[in-house]
């Protein structure tokens, strides 16, 4: 999520015209996340379950639906951009006439899943240390996913991915945006 979230303040950022030359960018990305939040809730769930971790309807009973797994998710984003700083959230000031407590309204259709642009501007051209971890990064992804690193990619994560295999051996395969 934060690399989406990166991904639309990167967006943000360009001049409009830019921004219009690839219009469909936000709404990709917005789709990325929603799918997102909804996979990984069910993976979350199928491990808890299958692992005996948790009683399964105790598992269920976590997040009754993916609408409220997203629901949850936006709040917290835009809790998370108001606590580094940013400007409060369409929803927080909604409700900044609220009394403390509970309330029970729906805000899905109100909530704004774009966060505002909380994204730092460089100060200059980056740092030797900046781009030493870039290069440590792409040394590892390089690494983590060449043909090279099969033997340990297979060593390292041969059997997560065979229990994910497992899991969702009747689910449908994913899907190119």
Do not use: C
């Not at 598992?59 to 629901?71: F, G, I, K, N, S």
């Not at 900044?96 to 899905?108: F, V």
């Not at 900046?130 to 994560?157: L, P």
């Amino acid at each position: 999520m934060a690399r989406v979230m990166r991904a639309r303040n990167s967006y943000r950022s360009l001049p409009r015209s830019q921004q219009a030359r690839v219009s469909t960018f936000i709404r990709k990305l917005r789709r990325i996340s929603q799918d997102a939040i909804v996979t990984n809730d069910r993976l979350v769930k199928t491990i808890a379950i299958q692992s005996g971790l948790f009683d399964p309807a105790e598992a269920e009973a976590q997040v009754a639906t993916p609408a409220q797994a997203l629901r949850e998710a936006v709040v917290s984003q835009q809790r998370a951009s108001s606590n580094e700083g940013g400007a409060p959230s369409t929803q927080q000031l909604e409700h900044s006439g609220h009394s403390s407590g509970h309330h029970s309204h729906d805000h899905s259709a109100g909530v704004q899943i774009d966060p505002p642009n909380t994204a730092p501007q460089p100060d200059g051209p980056p740092t030797d240390f900046e781009m030493d971890k870039v290069y440590t990064t792409i040394k590892q992804f390089y690494r983590d996913w060449s043909a090279e690193g099969q033997s340990e990619r297979d060593h390292s994560y041969g059997r997560l991915l065979d229990a994910v295999d497992k899991a969702f051996a009747n689910a449908p395969k994913y899907q190119s945006f």
